[in-house]
């Protein structure tokens, strides 16, 4: 009998930094500004995109040093998964957190690493400007439904 794939194996606190760190899908959906409703402690995505983020391939142009140079840089850990309901729909932490299936355009799935823009699933199809675009004041004029 064929045996399950780690993430329909394992939890997320099951899985090993190889296996955590595979079960991103590149899609940077991530790195689109955000923005919190106070009173509802809703968060909503916006269509503006850190400035940092390569719109050639979707990839970060200062991985390494991202949370320094953007303190608000998400960084996933798996002791903060009680808080994944706020990451986009589709990112693949939070799917598996809660208990749903990776897209068939996943990379693990496809075993192609670009499959997630083929799919027009990635940030490319959806940022309109960067941050560096815009004054802060304009980021409610971005939101997304
Ligand atoms: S939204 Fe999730 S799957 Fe997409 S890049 Fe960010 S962490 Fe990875
Ligand atoms: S620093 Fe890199 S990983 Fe972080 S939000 Fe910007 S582009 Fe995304």
């Known amino acids: 009998m064929a045996q399950q794939v780690f993430w329909e194996r394992k939890s997320l606190a099951q899985m090993n930094s190889g296996e955590w760190e595979s079960l991103c899908d590149g899609c940077a959906l991530c790195c689109l500004q955000k923005v919190e409703d106070d009173e509802t402690e809703q968060v909503h995505y916006t269509s503006?995109?850190?400035?940092l983020l390569?719109?050639?391939?979707?990839?970060?142009?200062?991985?390494?040093?991202?949370?320094?140079?953007?303190?608000?840089?998400v960084k996933l850990r798996p002791e903060d998964v009680v808080e994944f309901h706020w990451l986009p729909p589709t990112c693949s932490y939070r799917l598996i957190h809660e208990g749903k299936k990776l897209p068939e355009w996943h990379p693990l799935i496809t075993g192609q690493a670009d499959?997630?823009?083929?799919?027009?699933?990635?940030?490319?199809?959806?940022?309109?400007v960067t941050d560096k675009d815009i004054n802060d004041?304009?980021?409610?004029?971005?939101?997304l439904l």
Do not use: G, M
Not at 48 to 51: E, I, L, N, P, R
Not at 58 to 63: A, G, S, V
Not at 115 to 128: C, M, R
């Open 48 to 51: 503006v995109v850190c400035h």
């Open 54 to 73: 390569d719109k050639s391939n979707c990839h970060c142009t200062e991985y390494k040093d991202r949370s320094r140079l953007v303190p608000n840089c």
């Open 115 to 128: 499959s997630v823009i083929k799919a027009h699933a990635s940030v490319l199809s959806v940022y309109e």
């Open 137 to 143: 004041d304009q980021l409610l004029d971005y939101i």
